[in-house]
Each structure stands twice: as structure tokens, then as C-alpha cells.
């Protein structure tokens, strides 16, 4: 199994994000100095091979994405944003360091999961500070439900965040799928999700 993109392939990559399109063959060619054949052979194998490892590694990304569920973007969608997560974790692998790409590449689906889940479904588009504390919420919820083999509590998530629970509960109602501001989100009905956002909002700066 390949270890690392080629190094036309990282070339192109490059010469994508300078050029801000994908360029075509003959230019790349002429960029590296190789027979366009060549860059040709070389730029299929390497497509060929990035689909393979997205086979390969399929069951890892499902494994993964369903520790996820239910905390914002549909299972389906946490596949797709793990598969993406994957193929720049594999072409920025490098074999040299020692590592094996199996954990490196964990790694990567992992990080674009919890970022899809910062990122992804909201009422309105969160602040940065505010998306960081989604992924940590969501973080901290993965592994508190593999340590006591239920969904934790806001309670047990506040506190191994060490933040305040409304702040766990008010993040957690924003990451979820559309719905109506006037919400309660207390237990006696006083408090709604507007309420919440306008007096809480401003702390995650501080």
C-alpha cells in the first residue's frame, strides 16, 4: 500500500493552490520537467491509489464517525467528512518519521469529524470561540460515553471540561439541527435558548 503521495502528485497539489485551478498535465509536465506520459502514469496511479486507501480504510472512518453520532451532522455525513479528512492525511504522511499511517491517518479523521461537528448545522454561524468549545464538548462527551457506557450528562461533561453547565448546554442546543430560538432549555421553562446566547455568549471571549 502506498505510504505517501508522489512526488508529482505533490507537485500538483502545489501548483493547484498557486494557481488556484487544477493544472493540466502538459503543464505540469513542463512545470517538473517529465514526459507528459510520465506525469500522465504517474498522476492515474496516484488516483488509483488514493482510492484504494479510501477503501481500505472505509471501516476505520465508519468506526469512527460512530462514536460521533447524534451531536450534529447526519452518520452519513460524518463518513463523508472522515473519507475527505483521510486523503490529505495520506498525502501528507511521511514514512520517514517513523509513524505508521494507520494512527496518522486516525488522526486526521478524527480532527475532520469533531470539525464537522464545530462546524456544521447551526442556528446561525458560531463564533470561532464558540465553535472550538463544540469540538471539545463533543470530544468530551466521546470519551466520557466510552468510560460509563451511556451519553453523559451535562453535568459530567461541565465538569470535566471545567465550565459552567449552562455553557455546556448552551453550546450543545446550538450545535444541534435548526430549531426555534424560543425554546426552553431549563427544566422549569424560564430560561429560553435567545436568552441563553445573548447572556452567554459574550463569556466565551473572555
Not at 492515474?44 to 451532522?73: F, H, M, N, T
Not at 448545522?121 to 468510560?147: P, Y
Not at 426555534?180 to 435558548?193: A, K, N, P, W
Request: include cysteine.
Amino acid at each position: 500500500m502506498p505510504q505517501g503521495g508522489s512526488k508529482a502528485g505533490r507537485d500538483e497539489n502545489r501548483s493547484q493552490e498557486a494557481r488556484g485551478c487544477e493544472p493540466t498535465s502538459k503543464q505540469l509536465a513542463k512545470a517538473i520537467g517529465m514526459k507528459r506520459r510520465s506525469v500522465d502514469k504517474i498522476l492515474c496511479d496516484g488516483r488509483e491509489s488514493r482510492q484504494k486507501i479510501a477503501r481500505s480504510y472505509r471501516r476505520l472512518v465508519v468506526s469512527i464517525a460512530k462514536g460521533y453520532q447524534g451531536r450534529g451532522p447526519s452518520f452519513q455525513d460524518l463518513i463523508q467528512k472522515g473519507s475527505i479528512g483521510l486523503l490529505p492525511g495520506v498525502e501528507k504522511f511521511e514514512p520517514e518519521r517513523g509513524r505508521k499511517l494507520a494512527t496518522y491517518v486516525y488522526w486526521c479523521i478524527k480532527q475532520a469529524i469533531i470539525r464537522a461537528i464545530a462546524t456544521d448545522t447551526r442556528l446561525v454561524r458560531l463564533s470561532g470561540n464558540v465553535s472550538r468549545m463544540v469540538a471539545k464538548i463533543a470530544e468530551a462527551s466521546n470519551i466520557l460515553t466510552k468510560r460509563i457506557g451511556r451519553q453523559p450528562s451535562y453535568d459530567e461533561i461541565a465538569e470535566m471540561l471545567n465550565v459552567n453547565i449552562l455553557t455546556v448546554k448552551l453550546v450543545s442546543e446550538r450545535s444541534r439541527p435548526p430549531g426555534s430560538l424560543d425554546r426552553s432549555v431549563t427544566d422549569q421553562g424560564h430560561m429560553t435558548l435567545q436568552v441563553l446566547f445573548l447572556n452567554f455568549i459574550p463569556n466565551f471571549n473572555e
